[in-house]
Every structure is written in structure tokens, then in C-alpha cells.
């Protein structure tokens, strides 16, 4: 479980393939803290360390069903990854709950400067029968976009937008992210569970 509040931006270092796998080395300012085993959220997708390696360094293996899923697939070396550890139970929930399982990639469509901070427009693609599940944004709400816990402005049946802070600019990829590029959607759980409940009612 993730609270959606990114600790670094963690540089992709080698990525390596290996049938329908993909393992994915980056450097990390908190990597020797790590452990084998350990879940850590990589562009808001839960993933298990699985090696970890001198200079700052571990390696993750994200299987088939994530790479169709998730932005992970399209990651180079040099690109960055906004990561996360696992919440501590004993912690303040400072974003929101974040499970680590993305539900769909989207598109940026467009940046605005705003006097300080910036807007930028996601879209995704519109399937009414997820949207009957909870899969869609509303005005207020939370979404997690590569990662980054934020609130939802100007939300559309298949678009929304969210505002970014400058110190969210210069701690996560954000500061990469511009027209044409896909990023990570993880919409809200609790939205997901009242479609739910609503739909057995």
C-alpha cells in the first residue's frame, strides 16, 4: 500500500529482457536501504526488488501483464521513475490510498502555465463498462498519475486535469513529462468500491 507521495525520481540504468519479462536497473539515493523482497512503487506500479547491486543500484522485474498495463515498457535508459516505498502503518496518509496497480496508461494532451504552477491534460480511453466499475476521475477527487497522489480538476467523461506544484516539477518526472507522453493511471479505490456496491445494490 503506497500513499502516492514520491520519494525520488530514480534514474533507469539498464533494462534487460528476458522472455516476456523486463528487468529495469535504477539508481536510487535510498537504494541501500532496500531488501530483497521489498515492494516499492515505480511510476505508481508495485514492483518487488529482486536484486540489489553496489552504487546505489537495484533491480525490479515487471512480467507481461504490467507491460501491457502500465508505461514501463517505453522506459530507456536516462529516463526517470518516480518510486516509493511501502507505507509504514504507523504513518500519516499524506497523499491517498494507492494500491500500486495501475488500471490504464493515458496520454498528456496539453501544458499550461499558470503563475507559479502548471496544468497538465491527461486522456484516456472511454469504456463505459469500466466506467460503471469506477474507473473514471471526478471534480476533487484523486488519481494517481505515474505515481504522484493529485487532485482532479476539470474532469471529463475520457480527460481531466491536475495543477503541479514547482517542488512536484523538480522531485518527480513531471519535470519529463510534455504532448505525446504516456503516463501511469491509477484511479481511486474507494471510488471503485462504491461503483461496486452500487451495482450489486
Known amino acids: 500500500m503506497f500513499s502516492g507521495i514520491v520519494e525520488a525520481a530514480a534514474k533507469v540504468v539498464g533494462l534487460r529482457r528476458e522472455q516476456d519479462n523486463l528487468h ?3 539508481e536510487c539515493d535510498f537504494a541501500d536501504e532496500l531488501h530483497i523482497d521489498q515492494s516499492v512503487a515505480h511510476n505508481g506500479v508495485c514492483l518487488t526488488v529482486v536484486e540489489l547491486l553496489p552504487g546505489n543500484r537495484y ?6 501483464e504490467t507491460l501491457d498495463r502500465s508505461n514501463l515498457g517505453l522506459l530507456k535508459e536516462g529516463d526517470l521513475v518516480n518510486v ?3 507505507m509504514k502503518i504507523d504513518g500519516r496518509l499524506d497523499g491517498h490510498i494507492v494500491q500500486g496497480h495501475v488500471d490504464c496508461t493515458a496520454e498528456c494532451i496539453e501544458l499550461e502555465e499558470a503563475n507559479g504552477s502548471t496544468y497538465f491534460k491527461f ?21 494517481t498519475v505515474n505515481g504522484v497522489s493529485l487532485t482532479v480538476c476539470d474532469s ?5 486535469r491536475v495543477a503541479i506544484i514547482p517542488y512536484t516539477m523538480e522531485h518527480t518526472n513531471f519535470c519529463q ?3 505525446g ?10 471510488g471503485k468500491y462504491i461503483a461496486r456496491i452500487s451495482a450489486l445494490s
Open 84 to 86: 516509493e516505498r511501502s
Open 181 to 190: 507522453t504516456i503516463v501511469n493511471l491509477e484511479f481511486d479505490i474507494v
Open 24 to 26: 529495469l536497473t535504477l
Open 177 to 179: 513529462i510534455q504532448p
Open 156 to 160: 471529463e467523461s475520457d480527460s481531466f
Open 59 to 64: 533491480v525490479v522485474t515487471a512480467i507481461r
Open 123 to 143: 486522456r484516456y480511453a472511454f469504456e463505459p463498462a469500466l466506467a460503471a466499475k469506477g474507473y473514471v476521475t471526478v471534480e476533487k477527487g484523486s488519481v
